[in-house]
């Protein structure tokens, strides 16, 4: 997930990248308002972390501009404007949250977090990819290269997830809610058994490993750097 921080204090910029990179994003800053919004206009970015009195131009103008060109990036204002006029300001132009400075990090990975999980507008997603492993959301199919393999209905519902995360930590607790839909810990095996199903087909007979096992934490599927 790469996110664009857009702040003019050099300590709040810096806490923000360390905090963001420590957590596995990949961190652009910018300390003025035009150079955020060109910044936005010319790079992919998941997530926009905007300061709201910038010099340059204000994030408040960032956002309009950004919006005016049809840009969905989602966008959360980090502020010392606590005013509900700021807010609803904020908001009505078309941020997805408000978080008023001084704030703590820990809210704002889950401010992050819920904005990333909401679906985009005009977005349909029909097939995910990574590296060279592709998966058909439509067709129930996917590919690594040229060669097709062949899942089972779990075994491709875990995929999906692991693609949908692409480079982040999937849990065990998560894949048992979503592809289980256990909202307890059944002390079973079953996903250790199905993630080695998986990557027998998706990895082993494959020069490149793409699924990897992160210690205490879970499971994370991502193409080498």
Request: with cysteine.
């Amino acid at each position: 997930m790469k996110i664009l921080v857009a702040e003019d204090d050099q300590r709040t910029a810096d806490f923000l990248r360390k905090g963001l990179i420590e957590i596995g994003y990949t961190v652009d800053c910018v300390s003025d308002g035009r150079d955020a919004l060109s910044h936005c206009l010319y790079n992919n970015y998941d997530l926009v972390l905007l300061d709201r009195m910038m010099p340059g131009m204000d994030g408040l103008d960032v956002l309009k501009a950004l919006r005016a060109a049809k840009s969905q990036v989602p966008v959360i204002f980090l502020t010392a404007l606590a005013d509900v006029d700021d807010r609803v300001e904020g908001l009505v132009a078309g941020g997805d949250d408000y978080l008023v400075k001084p704030f703590a990090f820990s809210e704002l990975l889950a401010r992050i977090t819920v904005v990333s999980r909401r679906p985009k507008a005009t977005e349909v997603t029909t097939s995910l990819k990574v590296h060279d492993l592709t998966l058909d959301l439509l067709t129930r199919t996917a590919m690594r290269g040229n060669v097709k393999i062949e899942l089972h209905a779990k075994e491709f519902a875990m995929l999906e997830i692991l693609m949908r995360n692409n480079g982040k930590i999937v849990t065990k607790t998560m894949l048992l809610e979503q592809v289980w839909d256990f909202n307890f810990d059944p002390r079973t095996t079953v996903v250790e058994t199905h993630i080695s199903r998986l990557r027998a087909k998706i990895d082993k007979p494959f020069d490149i490993q793409l699924l990897h096992n992160t210690r205490n934490s879970g499971y994370s599927l991502y193409a080498p750097s």
